[in-house]
T-cell receptor, first 120, second 110 residues
Framework: SAVISQKPSRDICQRGTSLTIQCQVD?????MFWYRQQPGQSLTLIAT?????????ESGFVIDKFPISRPNLTFSTLTVSNMSPEDSSIYLC?????????????????FGPGTRLTVL | DAKTTQPPSMDCAEGRAANLPCNHS???????VYWYRQIHSQGPQYIIH???NNETNEMASLIITEDRKSSTLILPHATLRDTAVYYC???????????FGAGTRLTVKP
């Protein structure tokens, strides 16, 4: 298993500013993921962050708006840039641990508690 | 593109079994079925996964049909703390990101 913490747990920000969210894992992991969950909605994958390489962004998300850092195997940051009220969401990071069952590999993801962002 | 279909909401009486269905008719042979749940104001929590055999752990049982096109998550004795949104996800072998659909909002009532 993996224990994940996020900072801050919540924040209220002004339009046009930026916020950097930190994600810390208690073990070394290759892949980390950033999700957004808008009010009343399901989770949407923003990007996948591998240590030592550029993050891979999903359709509808761009690096200029959501720059990601992955300096080592236990840490990542997501910045929400030039915020608008539409960016008000919960932002979650997760990590993937692989297991083996016979000839198959499977994936189990562990999620952080989330960062609740409100943009005024 | 969640690849799964779930009812938007269900109710269950406390102490009774909660049976949550999921359709995944386009599942391929090397894809697992995963179940997660999200209790209000928390991150999603892994429950169980399976490939083709039925599975059971301390939290739940997973029943997968023989053709693997649908599955059912069973919480044998639901408690009020099981009230949450339950997500059924189909994941490729070796693929790492989880694509969440809308899930089923389960409400356990006293």
């Amino acid at each position: 298993s993996a224990v994940i913490s996020q900072k801050p747990s919540r924040d209220i920000c002004q339009r046009g500013t930026s916020l950097t969210i930190q994600c810390q894992v208690d073990s070394q992991v290759t892949m980390m993921f950033w999700y957004r969950q808008q009010p009343g909605q399901s989770l949407t994958l923003i990007a996948t962050a591998n240590q030592g390489s550029e993050a891979t962004y999903e359709s509808g998300f761009v690096i200029d708006k959501f720059p990601i850092s992955r300096p080592n195997l236990t840490f990542s940051t997501l910045t929400v840039s030039n915020m608008s009220p539409e960016d008000s969401s919960i932002y979650l990071c997760s990590v993937d641990l692989q297991g083996v069952s016979g000839i198959w590999t499977y994936n189990e993801q562990f999620f952080g508690p989330g960062t609740r962002l409100t943009v005024l | 593109d969640a690849k799964t279909t779930q009812p938007p909401s269900m109710d269950c009486a406390e102490g009774r079994a909660a049976n949550l269905p999921c359709n995944h008719s386009t599942i391929s042979g090397n894809e697992y079925v995963y179940w997660y749940r999200q209790i209000h104001s928390q991150g999603p929590q892994y429950i169980i996964h399976g490939l083709k055999n039925n599975e059971t752990n301390e939290m739940a049982s997973l029943i997968i049909t023989e053709d693997r096109k649908s599955s059912t998550l069973i919480l044998p004795h639901a408690t009020l703390r099981d009230t949450a949104v339950y997500y059924c996800i189909v994941g490729h072998q070796g693929n790492n990101d989880m694509r969440f659909g809308a899930g089923t909002r389960l409400t356990v009532k006293p």
